[in-house]
């Protein structure tokens, strides 16, 4: 299962590599439509082939067992996806500094010109590199399932994709500083259903204060002078 | 125009200074351009020239200096006021919009232009302005499509349909071959020398300057240094006011070598540009070993095509290409087995990675081989700062630390840190397009002698350069792009510069 | 057989002129946008906010077209918002859009939950039935006075961009933001003022949506119509009499799911509701390539470089 999540991942952003390289489609675009098709063929076996008769008002699939299901880490009420993301941060900070993989990524991200000029297979590594990443979002959607709902449903479909992006910028697109990042974002996500009791707001206040943040991030790039912590690597 | 006699207005600045930040990029310069007269501005890279202009046109504001137009003073705080003196400027790169047609780009650099546009009225106005001119280009046809002349005559006739009576020229020939040049120039003169315009020009080519100029103003550093009535002056006095006693590297002597086998062979090799259109066609080249080969031409004739498939960044579309009698194909191994490196123009844009330190940057060529990279993919810091602090200090790069972005440091040291480490190695072949553009007189001594210095060493050479001069200094032998083919090729004794302008204008 | 095929042609006729409305509006107002050369990817949040506001004022006033107008006005705050902010230095137009497509659709929600269960009056459509006898097409030939504004807007754009002082410059910022500048030209006001157009536009391309057709207001209104009418415009070559036929074939894709299920064929109804992004793609991925720039891009658009 982890294994098809993560493969599955890494195909359909893999694509998207494919399809900037080969054809100059941008990866924008793309990409937020291929979130679009994902949905839909969720959909499709959500409440096709593989729906569950047990479920009458919400359609879901058959629920994976909960034996089949990925327990919490001892002590904790986190699952255990949080400690491999944190074990996944590292390593993907290992990869992008410390690895001739990484670097040739880095150069082709930096100067695509100046890496064709060293002779680099650009578009391998386009490829690579977005498929890596399709692969940890694959892997995202498997701890959903696998650890918390048990089957999936269209409440998979809740943003994650797009608060991700926001915690990767927020983070400076910096592996290290992406766990916390995402801690705090996920706890403002879940303090949605909390705002909607207590202060009577809707839940989409939530959405709109990731907006809110979003936007500053990024005009904050204008306004101040970089974070010195939150720097990558060899920038300092 | 019939009445266009007196129509010409003179400029002079006076201590004019402009002060950025810590730096004084214009000191106390007081030049006086007469009605009428083509005026010439000499100077370095960096001399201030174009601060100089810009003051003048009201880009930027002098921190102090005044000027006079037509002997008033006259207070230029926009470019909007500069037009309205009818003070104008054609500048180096092309201000037309290239998706526009002639007629289009004319109608609505107007300040009156109407906000509903009747085309049939002002093509017909347009005609007969064409027709007073001393050169036309099309009318209806989108700027894209012009040729560089023809830009280029479409930028001044602008001026002129402006109603400007004082043009500065920002090197006017740069993108036109010597005998369009000549063309132009000759008709721009007839004109001041009718007194229908005045034109300050911005130029290095001495032999513009002693054809067509009356006067000339000389700068360096920031400060007026010299000038007068050109037929006062010699070549030698203003190349010594220009360059000043600037101390520069030996040049590496030349050495002559016997005959020595081909190393870099190409055989019909085709390309095509960004639109898909034949950028490259049909060119046979080879270059020998010990030998530089220079490839002169206008911009835009297929040479940075050329350059761009050698280092991989466009397809080949059809042909071979052979390095010591093997295919050759611009991937990393080939790159490295067969010893073939670049040294492209406009550096930051082409070979270095803005946002990576100089240390990355230098490590382009050897991060994924020992000592940098052990099992293969394993990266170390250590040797690869190690290895930058080393050829930063032999290649003279001026930057704070290893760990600085490349964007941070000047032209000249982003080209002297992708010097050092292309040329660092050893080197069979070597592809050089316009490596000293826009740079400062001494780093581009130092990058000439390099590259003189590779040849020596037994190096094949392909130096692609927009400026004759250079070739005629560096290479052995010369080849003419131009249309996208080989319009000539000979050994540097066996030509001269009128043939080779010829060829550059599509002669055979 | 035969029956069935006429009935999802006539379907799917209906279909495209309906639904390709909001694909009409939003891909002229990004044309606008991006001739001034700049991308507003936010145009799907703008889009949703709209559709919000258009329901919410209907519903509050009574009367449909102030909707639109409220509509339209949401979505020039929006755009105003994105020129605004992309003339930062540092500021990427991308990102921007795709805060704001967040925060759009964020805020549309946020303010909208009152109004998914009330009846909003909505937009009367122009009865053509009477240019025929047949029942379906009696049906089909209901058609929307927006839509017939977003054909005369598509022409009156393609002929102001050519014939006017304001789309001359608007071309020429789009093409070369250095001569603009170099003329005294504003740069960044004409693109605030394209942006803010894109987005009244958008806003009322929205409008359709919650007051036409689907015709009421709810979180999951919008599949992405924005977004693909971004690429759309790729696909007319930021032409504005393109952008019509692009947007009907666009409307005929995502006609074809509810047309194939009003002859009783639901088998992968999911598939054929993702044939717009499909088709989207597909076009994309034909139109663009890796050797040569795209024809008739303007030259400062980001998306292109």
């Known amino acids: 299962m982890f294994v098809a999540a993560a493969a599955a991942g890494a195909a359909w952003i893999g694509f ?45 699939t058959t629920p994976i067992g909960s034996e089949n299901m990925i327990g919490v880490i001892p002590g904790l009420e986190v699952h255990w996806g949080l400690a491999f993301g944190v074990v996944l941060a590292i390593a993907a900070h290992v990869l992008m500094t410390r690895t001739t993989f990484g670097f040739a990524a880095r150069v082709t991200g930096g100067n695509v010109r100046a890496a064709r000029a060293q002779g680099l297979p650009v578009g391998k590594l386009m490829v690579a590199a977005c498929a890596l990443a399709g692969a940890s979002a694959g892997i995202a959607g498997f701890f959903e399932v696998a650890a918390i709902l048990g089957k999936a449903n269209a409440s998979l479909v809740a943003g994650y994709g797009f608060t991700g992006i926001l915690v990767s910028f927020l983070a400076r697109h910096n592996p290290i500083a992406i766990p916390p990042v995402a801690v705090l974002f996920g706890g403002l996500a879940a303090a949605g259903g909390l705002i909607q009791r207590r202060m009577g707001l809707p839940d989409a206040t939530v959405q709109v204060l990731q907006g809110l943040i979003f936007l500053t991030i990024l005009l904050s790039e204008t306004a101040y002078g970089r974070i010195p912590f939150l720097e990558p690597e060899g920038r300092r | 125009m019939s009445e266009a006699g007196g129509r010409a207005i003179g400029v002079e600045t006076v201590g004019m200074t402009k002060i950025f930040g810590s730096l004084t990029a214009l000191e106390d310069v007081s030049i006086r351009v007469r009605p009428g007269t083509l005026h010439a501005l000499l100077g370095e890279n960096g001399a201030g020239k174009s601060t100089l202009v810009k003051c003048m046109m009201g880009f930027y504001q002098p921190t102090r200096g005044e000027m006079l137009v037509d002997g008033h003073e006259a207070a230029i705080r926009n470019p909007r006021e500069a037009s309205d003196a009818k003070l104008g400027m054609v500048y180096q790169h092309f201000t037309l919009v290239p998706s526009l047609t002639a007629a289009e780009n004319l109608v609505v650099s107007r300040p009156d232009c109407p906000a509903i546009v009747d085309w049939k009225r002002e093509i017909a106005a347009l005609e007969e302005f064409m027709a007073r001119m001393p050169f036309r280009v099309p009318l209806t046809t989108p700027v894209d499509n012009l040729s560089a002349g023809e830009k280029q005559k479409l930028e001044i006739l602008k001026q002129l349909y402006l109603d400007r009576r004082f043009v500065v020229l920002d090197e006017p020939t740069s993108v036109l071959t010597p005998d369009e040049a000549d063309e132009m120039l000759g008709l721009l003169k007839g004109m001041t020398t009718r007194g229908e315009l005045t034109i300050l020009m911005i130029t290095h080519k001495f032999r513009e300057v002693t054809a067509y100029a009356d006067e000339v103003s000389i700068l360096r550093r920031g400060r007026y240094v010299g000038g007068g009535l050109v037929g006062e002056m010699t070549t030698d006095d203003m190349a010594r006011l220009m360059i000043g006693d600037t101390e520069i590297r030996e040049r590496a002597a030349r050495l002559e070598h016997g005959p020595s086998p081909v190393v870099l062979d190409l055989t019909a090799v085709y390309a095509s540009d960004d639109d898909g259109l034949p950028a490259v066609t049909s060119v046979d080249l080879k270059v020998h070993a010990g030998e530089i080969v220079g490839i002169a031409g206008v911009s835009g004739n297929g040479q940075s095509e050329l350059v761009e498939v050698l280092s991989g960044q466009r397809d080949l579309d059809d042909g071979r290409i052979l390095v010591h009698g093997q295919g050759f194909e611009p991937v990393r191994d080939q790159m490295d087995k067969l010893k073939v490196f670049s040294l492209q123009e406009e550096p930051l844009r082409n070979s270095a990675v803005p946002r990576m330190t100089v240390a990355e940057n230098i490590a382009l060529r050897t991060f994924d081989k020992p000592p940098i990279t052990s099992l293969g993919w394993w990266l170390s810091p250590g040797p690869m700062r190690a290895k930058a602090r080393e050829l930063i200090d032999r290649y003279r790069v001026k930057t704070p630390s290893t760990e600085e972005p490349m964007e941070n440091l000047s032209g000249g040291n982003v080209q002297r840190a992708v010097l050092a480490r292309e040329l660092s190695g050893d080197v069979d072949v070597l592809i050089v397009a316009n490596p000293c553009f826009g740079l400062d007189f001494a780093s581009v001594s130092e990058i000439r002698s390099q590259i003189l210095e590779q040849r020596n060493r037994g190096a094949a050479v392909l130096l692609v350069s927009e400026d004759l001069d250079e070739i005629l200094e560096l290479a052995d032998r010369v080849a003419v792009m131009s249309g996208g083919r080989i319009t000539l090729q000979a050994p540097i004794g066996a030509t001269d510069r009128n043939a080779i302008g010829h060829a550059m204008a599509g002669g055979h | ?275 717009p992004h499909i088709l989207t793609l597909a076009i994309l991925i034909a139109s663009s390539s890796s050797k040569r720039s795209l024809e008739g891009a303007p030259g400062e658009l980001s998306i292109t470089k």
Not at chain 1, 19 to 33: D, F, G, K
């Open chain 1, 16 to 60: 998207v590599g494919a399809l900037r390289h080969a054809r100059a489609v941008n990866e924008t675009i793309s990409s937020l439509l291929m979130f679009y098709i994902a949905v839909a063929i969720l959909n499709f076996f959500v409440e096709g082939a593989l729906r569950s008769p047990a479920d009458p008002n919400k359609p879901s």
């Open chain 3, 1 to 275: 057989m035969s029956d069935a095929l006429t009935t999802v042609a006539v379907a799917m006729f209906a279909g495209a002129v309906r639904v390709s409305t909001p694909f009409l509006f939003v891909s002229l107002g990004e044309t606008l946008t991006e001739k001034s050369g700049r991308i507003n990817l936010g145009l799907e949040g703008t889009l949703v906010f709209g559709a919000m506001s258009a329901y919410a004022v209907s519903y509050l006033s009574g009367n449909p077209w102030v909707g639109v107008l409220a509509a339209g006005l949401a979505g020039s705050v929006f755009g105003m918002a994105h020129g605004f902010f992309c003339r930062l230095p540092k500021v990427s137009d991308i990102a921007i859009g795709i805060a704001l497509m967040l925060f759009g659709s964020g805020l549309a929600f946020f303010f909208g939950k009152g109004f998914i269960q009330p009846t909003a009056p909505r937009l009367q459509a122009i009865d053509f039935g009477f240019l025929t006898s047949d029942p379906q097409l009696k049906v089909a030939l209901q058609i929307n006075p927006l839509f017939f504004i977003g054909l005369a807007l598509a022409v009156v754009m393609w002929w102001a961009l050519a014939n006017t002082r304001f789309g001359l410059i608007v071309r020429m910022t789009g093409d070369s933001a250095a001569t603009a500048k170099a003329m005294g030209v504003s740069v960044d006001l004409v693109r605030f003022v394209a942006t803010t157009i894109g987005g009244f536009l958008a806003g009322v391309g929205g409008a359709f949506l919650s007051l036409y057709y689907p015709g009421s207001w709810n979180e999951g209104l919008s599949s992405g119509q924005g977004l693909m009418a971004v690429a759309l415009v790729i696909f007319s070559r930021w032409n504005p009499l393109m952008c019509v036929a692009a947007a009907l074939l666009f409307g005929a894709a995502g006609a074809l799911g509810p047309a194939l299920q009003s002859v009783g064929i639901s088998q992968g109804y999911h598939f054929f509701n993702a044939a």
